[in-house]
């Protein structure tokens, strides 16, 4: 069935969604006595969802307690079967609110008999690399009280090592699509056995050209009538949602709006400085001042370059994340930078979207981006989980057509002030 047969199916010709039933309690030497979290008005605890004990257990060892607004409103519909379109932004909790309601469905459960080596339950699909692996990092983490198998193909990495790990039962497969398909025309993958499918960040995906291979992913997919289906964006184009409607069934709709508004926790400075003078007050900041985990924002690829040599020559402890850095350097900058290896890291915004790093205490706009919605995404990978954050921009010259924009897009006024005494 082609996929514009697809969207015009009948609702009632759909395989009815299983209903979910009451966890099958096992024995264990952890409860839920040891997961004690109060009810607080407004808010959602995963205790209210009846989630599986092994899914549980993970979930308090990740230290997760009350439910961000995308993982509440997501979790209400999608642990009922049904299909859903969200748009959220990166560091909202949505890979977690995937991934909880994927393997409350497969604990709950039995493995299907004469499951094939390769042929994924679930299948999330990400843009890039760093985001797919990402994914599968969280995914274990929520898995590691359970037997469910989670891998992940991805370009840019070992292809044998990756086919090997397809070898056997694979309820979560996490993919780029271009190696995806590499693996499904060798026959290494099948993708017929699929019951949920995850589109993350599709406009990510819309934006880099990928929707050709996507949609011909989705075509090897049982039809959306007997599968489920979860398609998260930034942001709700036309074109987005026309994709939502080719490939989910009468989707619960949910929208996290992309406002600053949600960052409360973050402390925002605009410092007004010249172009030329840019470079000292970076440095001079970087030196003086005790920041711990920065990254630093810049437009162009070659400014990153350019910004990367500069700190380094400063003897700044920093690495750059860009286009232009191959895939395996760009993994092992990124663990280094998690590990604290690393104090500061000099990224694009196509580098910097999706990643997703714990106790970022700065970041910092070189430029203004040309996007106001950029702004939020760069400012939203500092001040996470209830954590204190700080941004600053430097605006200079080229910048200054950008910042009423982005005061605009916040709809916040941004206060503007001279860079600290001593730092240029």
């Known amino acids: 069935m082609s996929e514009s047969e697809q969207t015009t199916a009948p609702a009632q010709n759909r395989k009815p969604k299983r209903r979910r039933r009451k966890p099958r309690r096992r024995q264990s030497n952890w409860d839920l006595r040891q997961f004690q979290v109060p009810a607080v008005a407004g808010k959602w605890r995963f205790h209210d969802f ?3 004990l092994p899914l549980m257990r993970a979930i308090h060892a990740q230290g997760f307690e009350y439910c961000t607004p995308i993982q509440a409103e997501a979790l209400r519909q999608t642990l009922l079967g049904g299909d ?22 497969f604990l709950e459960e039995p493995i299907p008999n004469g499951q094939k080596s390769g042929a994924p339950r679930a299948l999330i699909i990400a843009p890039t690399r760093e985001l797919a692996l990402q994914i599968e990092k969280d995914a274990k983490a929520l898995a590691r009280f359970t037997q469910l198998n989670v891998a992940s193909v991805v370009g840019g990495m070992d292809y044998q090592k990756q086919r090997e ?3 056997s039962k694979i309820d ?9 398909l590499d693996f499904h025309q060798k026959r290494d993958i099948d993708l017929n056995e699929v019951e949920v499918l995850v589109l993350d960040e599709a406009d990510r995906m819309l934006s880099m050209g990928f929707i050709p291979d996507v949609k011909r992913i989705i075509r090897y997919t049982p039809k959306k009538e007997e599968r489920q289906t979860f398609l998260f964006s930034a942001t709700f184009t036309d074109d987005i949602l026309n994709l939502a409607s080719q490939w989910t069934l009468n989707p619960a709709h949910v929208e996290i709006e992309v406002t600053v508004e949600n960052q409360a926790d973050i402390d925002q400075r605009v410092y007004m400085v010249s172009d030329d003078d840019k470079q000292r007050l970076l440095v001079n900041l970087l030196q003086q001042e005790s920041f711990e985990r920065v990254m630093v924002f810049g437009n162009r690829r070659d400014l990153v370059r350019k910004l990367d040599d500069l700190l380094k020559k400063a003897g700044v ?6 286009g232009d850095v191959p895939q395996n350097q ?11 290896e690393i104090q500061v890291l000099v990224a694009t915004d196509v580098a910097g979207r999706g990643i997703h790093i714990e106790d970022v205490s700065h970041v910092i706009n070189y430029t203004l981006p040309e996007d106001p919605e950029d702004y939020v995404h760069r400012i939203g990978r500092t001040g996470r989980a209830g954590a204190k954050g700080v941004s600053i ?3 200079g010259e080229e910048d200054a057509f950008s910042l009423p924009e982005i005061e605009r897009y916040i709809n916040d006024k941004l206060p503007c002030v001279h860079p600290p005494e001593g730092m240029l």
Do not use: H, N
Not at 87 to 95: L, V
């Open 84 to 105: 859903i379109v969200g748009k959220a932004q990166t560091g909202t909790g949505k890979t977690a609110a995937f991934l909880i309601s994927v393997m409350a469905y």
């Open 317 to 322: 402890s920093a690495a750059m994340l860009s």
């Open 330 to 340: 760009r993994i092992k900058t990124l663990e280094s930078f998690r590990e604290g």
């Open 50 to 52: 009846d989630l599986p």
């Open 165 to 167: 790990s397809l070898g």
């Open 172 to 180: 979560i497969l996490v993919a780029t699509p271009g190696r995806l």
């Open 393 to 395: 921009s430097f605006v």
